[in-house]
């Protein structure tokens, strides 16, 4: 089916008419018979591209399916998510890839891109078949031991080297479990104390950002560094890349928003991987987001079950849903951000990082159609139940938030319409 977008402001400028044909690529002119979108006082955006997407198949598909979290995914304005390895089994082998990758072509309504393991079973001990999950039909370049750290610094530099020849990347969550142990649930300072938490010190990201940012000058490889939390952090990155070292970064909108002080009332709603930080950390995310320091935004939609979620705070598990709410928590909390900058964070920057050339492509002819259409004024009250996701662990529940997602076009079929799931 043929489609006419019309009148939407391209990055939040000039309005025009945008045209797709049937096999679901941008054109010149409009088809006979084409379907109307009226996209009048809309923006287009390319469609968004998560880099750190947790699905629960296989293993937890009471928590999240490859075909809900691709539901959650389109309701959010994405085309293409990163699907994280850490499922069960783990995704460690080319069959389990390829897998992730068949369930995500038969949801049909995002790219579900698989991230492979760097070890086996996530242990930190064996290199994961990495070469043959690239060599697989789902084609794996990215990969990380996401919800642990890749520690031992000998293992992350093999890992750097063995994807290096295929133009890989490591996504490292980066977490020194020496310095932030199982136990570690909340940022530790002031407040960790008089709550009495097993605390999680920023240091503890920074050591291994620091290491990894000099494994990849020493190995010529590249790496990415997962949801980056601390100013310190930030610093590195900021070093690294003025040496021209091949680092890139993300950070999640729960950072770019949401502080510490939310764990008073020991609602395991907001316990995370990393924690939420202090005021001054946000602040200077939110700066080295604008200064391209930091690369994207990518959620970290970590879904869990109600009674994985619901314990005292120490026993919950971390995580909090976010792929429906990430473009209204980004325009909340950083309003002056333009939308080409939201184009070039959410969508263009992160396509680039993962190899996945049809994404993020300029919304013009000879290009996928892979388009979000925003209304950018729209103030929305989140509600947890109104959700795609099978989990209800949603830190945005009864807030209000700017700007709503409208219509999603994924290769030039429509997906959501009028903000729900055509
Ligand atoms: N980010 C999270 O808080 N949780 C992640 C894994 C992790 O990073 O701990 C999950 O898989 O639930």
Redesign the pocket.
Known sequence: MSLVIKGAALLGEQACDLYVDDSGMFVDSALDGAETIDADGLVALPGLVDLHT?LREPGREDAETVLTGSQAAALGGYTAILA?A?TSPVTDTAEAATRVWELGREAGLVHVEPVGAVTRGLAGEELAELGLMHRSRAGVTVFSD??KCVHDARVMRRALEYVKAFGGVVSQ?SQDPSLAGPAACCHEGELSGRLGLPGWPGIAEEVIVARDVMLARHTGSRVHVAHVSTAGSVEVLRWAKAQKIDVTAEVTPHHLLLTTDLLTGYDPTYK??PPLRPQEDVDALREALRDGTIDAVAT?H?P?ARHDKEHAFVDA???MVGLETALGVVRTALPDLSWSDVARVMSTTPARIAGLADQGRPLAAGSPAHVVLVDPDAAVTVDRDASASLSRNNPWHGRGLTSRVVHTVYAGRVTVRDGALA
Do not use: E, I, R
């Open positions: 947790h994280m850490n996401d919800g969550h995370v991987n970290d970590a869990h598990a971390f995580g």
